[in-house]
């Protein structure tokens, strides 16, 4: 009782010192560089939305090649890769690593542009993948080493609505280069390249030149705004080589079997059981690819925990042996899996189902995903604030209501015929969802300690990733086509179900969140004191 005592007190006490630390006008300077990062980061990321149409007629795809193009063919390496690159954001400069991780991005996004296939385009998407895993562990943990806990979660909201802003500005950018790239080379540009071909190059050069005003960046004092000294690793490629290693299979054996024949015997289990589980997925849907991506990334996760349980044990017990950190980002993982669905969707949907232009539609839609995205994680980050400062638990009603309130929204605008109140549905239902991200994003990042912000920051994007962004534009491809008919001897696929089959995720989200509500304030009182364990 009397450590408990000591314990409240001293949390208190904290609480009362914080409001002493401020961010410095330099702190906002280097948010609002974070800011345009993201934005470009969702751009490279979203473009392939308002392109799909013309790719899926070129390359001759279904829905579920496009929902595996949009979602694990890019989702599975940036999860995994953030894992490694995340620990490397903890114990090297976040600066440089995010400086080459934006030239990587930008350059396989250029790339893309001279994709001739599925396969080729893949490995594009990949690479996409890999380079802006390095963008959210080195953000989260610059902005949360600049700006006082009173102010993380907004601060972290305002990052945040850079995933708005780029994906709207995504569609209409896309758009306009299809559209005007069309009118001047009816028959194929330069090379041959065609409109989609042309987008990807035209969004993915002027990343390099980002790449340079980000290396101007200062690194600040890891753990000083915490008033907790957080050294980093003396050798932290070294560290990066080992991680790296226990993702990438065989190596996953061999670093299992360095920790023992038990270690190794539960890996291949793990191994085989997915294997058969994706096998199995492959048989029932006849998507090889995206099972094998989703197949390969789950073990892989599996190895890298187990790893880091053998290597780092307090990182492992606040991350992934804290069911509160756990259900909280499972649980925002089904939000994003519905909104990385619609993001990637509704302007296919708009432009087949609907049959509206296709620059009318961009701009609208663009606008729509960008005022209501950045609107709903603004107020969304202030208010889960807010909520926090009554209640240690107030951020997950956040999340919470970020499950519940786009429902309606959602089937409303996509079972009317009517354009305008299609659009209306569609804003509201992204910034209903957009207001949960602030606050399951600052959840996580307070169930950790400094020295873990990055290897935190990747196993919430893994939620998101590996949970939402892997299985959400897939889920609703899948269901399309299953959903479909024959046309001319052609499938089409019935994109209004496969939408709508969004609102099923609702109740398993909500059951991982009210979980999450009773365990964060005990979870959070004692971190230090289960990191010592």
Do not use: H
Not at 357 to 384: C, D, H, T, W, Y
Not at 413 to 422: M, R
């Amino acid at each position: 009782m009397a450590e408990t005592t000591n314990e409240g007190l001293a949390g208190a006490a904290a609480e009362t010192a914080e409001p002493e630390r401020r961010a410095s006008s330099y702190s906002w300077y280097v948010l609002s560089v974070l800011v345009v990062v993201y934005i470009l980061n969702f751009i490279d990321r979203q473009i392939i939305s308002i392109l799909a149409v013309d790719i899926k007629a070129d390359l001759g795809l279904r829905d579920s090649d496009m929902g595996f193009l949009g979602g694990a063919a890019f989702a599975v390496f940036y999860a995994l890769f953030g894992i490694p690159l995340g620990r490397l954001a903890d114990n090297w400069s976040r600066v440089k690593l995010l400086s080459i991780g934006l030239t990587l991005w930008s350059a396989m996004t250029a790339l893309s542009g001279f994709a001739y296939d599925k396969v080729s385009l893949t490995f594009a998407r990949m690479g996409v993948g890999v380079g802006e895993a390095t963008a959210s562990p080195t953000a989260y943990s610059l902005i949360s080493d600049y700006f006082p806990k009173r102010q993380k979660a907004t601060a972290l909201a305002i990052y945040s609505s850079g995933l708005y802003l780029g994906g709207g500005v995504s569609l209409f950018i896309g758009a306009l280069i299809v559209e005007a790239w069309n009118k001047a080379y009816p028959g194929g540009g330069p090379m041959g390249l065609v409109g989609w071909q042309a987008a990807f190059l035209a969004v993915g050069i002027p990343g390099l030149l980002l790449a340079l005003w980000v290396a101007t960046l200062r690194e600040p004092v890891r753990g000083a705004m915490d008033g907790v000294a957080s050294p980093s690793s003396p050798a932290p490629f070294r560290e990066f080589g080992r991680d790296l290693s226990t993702i990438v299979p065989p190596f996953t054996l061999i670093g299992a079997a360095q920790r023992g024949t038990a270690a190794l015997a539960i890996n291949i289990g793990f191994a085989v059981g997915i294997a058969a589980f994706a096998w199995w997925m492959i048989e029932l849907t006849g998507n090889l690819p995206q099972w094998s991506a989703v197949g390969l990334g789950y073990y892989a996760v599996f190895s890298w925990a187990c790893t880091l349980r053998a290597r780092d044990p307090a990182t492992f017990r606040l991350i992934w042996g804290t069911p509160a950190f756990i259900c909280t980002t499972l649980g925002y993982g089904m939000v994003s899996l519905a909104a990385y669905a619609l993001a990637f969707w509704s302007a296919p949907y708009a432009e087949i189902v609907l049959g509206l232009p296709k620059q009318e539609l961009a701009f609208i839609l663009g606008a729509n995903g960008a005022v209501s995205g950045f609107v709903g994680v603004i107020i969304g980050g202030r208010m889960a604030d807010a909520l926090r400062a009554k209640n240690p638990a107030g951020r997950i009603l956040m999340i919470i209501f970020g499950v519940v309130a786009p429902i309606v929204p959602i089937w409303i605008g996509y079972t009317t015929a009517e354009p305008a109140l299609f659009y209306t549905m569609n804003f509201l239902a992204g910034m209903f969802g957009a207001a949960a991200l602030g606050a399951a994003a600052a959840t996580t990042q307070d169930l950790v300690l400094p020295r873990m912000r990055g290897t935190a920051t990747a196993a919430f994007f893994l939620g998101t990733t590996l949970v939402g962004l892997s299985f959400g534009p897939y889920m609703v491809g899948q269901i399309s086509d299953l959903a479909g008919t024959m046309v001319d001897g052609k499938p089409v696929g019935d994109l209004r179900t496969g939408i709508l089959s969004l609102i099923g995720v609702a109740p398993i989200a909500l059951a991982l969140l009210v979980y999450a509500y009773r365990t964060v304030p005990q979870a959070e009182a004692t971190i230090e004191e289960r990191a010592r364990a």
